[in-house]
């Protein structure tokens, strides 16, 4: 049994791969884990997911970062998702949005589930997130969604890891870096330089003690 590590891109976890000598690739790994290279978005990690996800896994590792709409969390905070959201997932009725489970439909709201005792993921901040396909930038939608969902983190990728996982019962966690908050588009104020580099040191620190 190993673990699967997901990423949206390489440039993510470029660090990682370079510290443990791995060899490029969109699926690459060594005997203790294996790496996948997804794609942005939610419909290419599935499709990643639906290729290689098996019962081989004891562990599924979602790393990346995120935007944060809790202002409190500072840039280049490694944070747990423990529970992400479909937020477009859905219908409108109007000016009201009517969720997949309003409609009958399934669920949008997935949990990361495992039973881990790491002292290195005991201490992130638990958090919600949300997962979209087009990342909020404006204050009417940024207002809408807190209002809806209350979410800290966004991302494009981590509802569908969390649900892939989910449907083959395999034990999974989802952490990430915050590398700007949710506002108007603000690249100036982006830390991801800051939110790549925590995020890779946690990820080594994980590896090398798990």
């Not at 590590?5 to 440039?11: D, F, H, L, R, Y």
């Not at 939610?42 to 639906?50: F, I, S």
């Not at 996800?53 to 590792?61: A, G, T």
């Not at 997949?100 to 949008?108: H, M, P, T, V």
């Amino acid at each position: 049994m190993k673990m699967l590590i997901v990423a949206a891109t390489k440039p993510e976890i470029a660090p990682l791969m370079m510290h443990f000598n791995l060899p490029g690739g969109d699926f690459t790994g060594n005997k203790e884990f294996d790496i996948l290279i997804t794609g942005v978005g939610m419909t290419a990690t599935a499709y990643a997911l639906g290729k290689h996800l098996s019962k081989q896994y004891n562990l599924v590792l979602n790393l990346g970062i995120a935007g944060s709409f809790d202002r409190s969390i500072a840039l280049g905070t490694i944070v747990n998702v423990y529970e992400d959201t479909f937020a477009e997932l859905g219908a409108e009725d109007h000016e009201k949005f009517l969720s997949i489970e309003d409609l009958g439909f399934g669920k949008s709201t997935h949990s990361a589930f495992n039973n881990l005792l790491s002292e290195s993921v005991a201490k992130l901040p638990k958090v919600k997130g949300i997962t979209v396909n087009r990342v909020h930038g404006c204050e009417p939608s940024i207002s809408a969604i807190n209002t809806r969902l209350s979410p800290v983190a966004e991302s494009m990728e981590g509802a569908a890891v969390l649900y892939c996982c989910g449907q083959q019962d395999i034990p999974c966690l989802q952490i990430r870096s915050i590398s700007n908050y949710v506002e108007p588009r603000n690249r100036k104020a982006w830390k991801i330089d800051l939110a790549l580099k925590n995020l890779n040191h946690w990820a080594i620190e994980f590896l090398t003690n798990t």
